[in-house]
């Protein structure tokens, strides 16, 4: 398919102009400079695009043997999200970022993926070019519901999930796109103002200057085409066997936390869930040592 029959399609994701796309390039570098080291980056072909993907990994030889982790980000944003959790996981265990189509990143996207069964085999065939056969797959918000779909569709790689604040186990309410809205706005609020907005509704962008230059820039450089994912129902998600581990925050405006707290585990067999204080929708970021710690011991007992 040619690029412009791709521009033209209304369920594909796409840049507004080239400019905008390196603008928000090197808005993203600036951020990945605030974790790990890159290793490598890689492009690895699917049905769906060309999936980019970020190589971390760490210096001990016994460390490099263990199983890998893989980071699945939330939606609007890219794999720079992770810079709080890069550095604690490669130092423990390879990782490999993953730019998801669709949102704005490195990936190409050439056929849309927020249908549950595309979104599970584009997964499925990025984690097979990269040559994983078993992983641990870490997934935020948007990421979060791609990785309990994985787990529900084709877990055959899976040696354990994550779930961060995930999207995927209730229907998104008008309560967390007001929240996304405020936030967007208040990163046009007075510097000074900022690191009391940033309490006020728990987004740490607005208190970092990089993360905030790159999320303003992604609204400006990049058409999202893709509709809310339908939550998985109660008998979808009662057939997951994967080991699995819940993080919500206490204020999440996403989930209703202690209600899927005592939901998960009732119907995931051996599910993990346990809920953050003093944080919204971004645990991974407002606690990341205490986050990688737990992430880390999790991955640890699995293994």
């Not at 995927?168 to 996304?180: A, P, Q, S």
């Not at 900022?194 to 400006?220: D, F, G, K, S, Y």
């Not at 994912?229 to 009662?238: G, I, Q, T």
């Not at 205490?290 to 011991?297: C, D, P, S, V």
Request: charged share 20%.
């Amino acid at each position: 398919m040619s690029e412009t029959a791709v521009r033209a399609r209304a369920d594909i994701g796409r840049y507004v102009s080239d400019a905008w796309r390196d603008r928000y390039f090197a808005a993203c570098d600036a951020v990945y400079a605030l974790g790990a080291p890159v290793l490598a980056e890689e492009d690895v072909e699917t049905s769906f695009g060309t999936t980019h993907v970020y190589r971390y990994g760490p210096v001990n030889e016994a460390a490099r043997s263990r199983t890998p982790v893989v980071l699945v980000h939330g939606a609007g944003s890219c794999s720079a999200m992770w810079y709080p959790n890069t550095p604690a996981l490669s130092v423990d265990r390879p990782v490999y970022a993953i730019d998801t189509p669709g949102d704005p990143g490195r990936s190409v996207q050439r056929e849309s993926i927020h249908q549950p069964e595309r979104a599970a085999q584009w997964l499925d065939e990025t984690l097979a070019g990269l040559g994983l056969d078993r992983v641990h797959l870490v997934g935020s918000s948007y990421g979060g519901w791609l990785a309990l779909n994985q787990a529900h569709r084709r877990p055959g790689r899976l040696a354990s999930v994550t779930l961060l604040d995930p999207g995927g186990l209730e229907k998104v309410g008008l309560r967390f796109f007001v929240w996304i809205f405020a936030g967007l706005f208040a990163t046009f609020a007075p510097k000074a103002l900022r690191p009391r907005l940033a309490a006020w509704l728990e987004q740490p962008v607005l208190v970092v200057p990089e993360l905030r230059t790159m999320i303003r820039t992604a609204v400006r450089a990049y058409r999202i085409r893709r509709p809310a994912p339908l939550p998985l129902s109660e008998e979808e998600l009662s057939t997951i066997r994967t080991p699995l581990y819940l993080v919500l925050g206490k204020r999440s405006l996403l989930v209703h936390p202690q209600r899927q707290a005592e939901r998960v585990p009732r119907l995931v067999p051996g599910a993990r869930a346990e809920i953050i204080s003093n944080t919204g929708h971004g645990p991974q970021i407002d606690h990341a040592e205490e986050i990688n710690r737990r992430m880390l011991n999790f991955m640890a007992c699995v293994d």
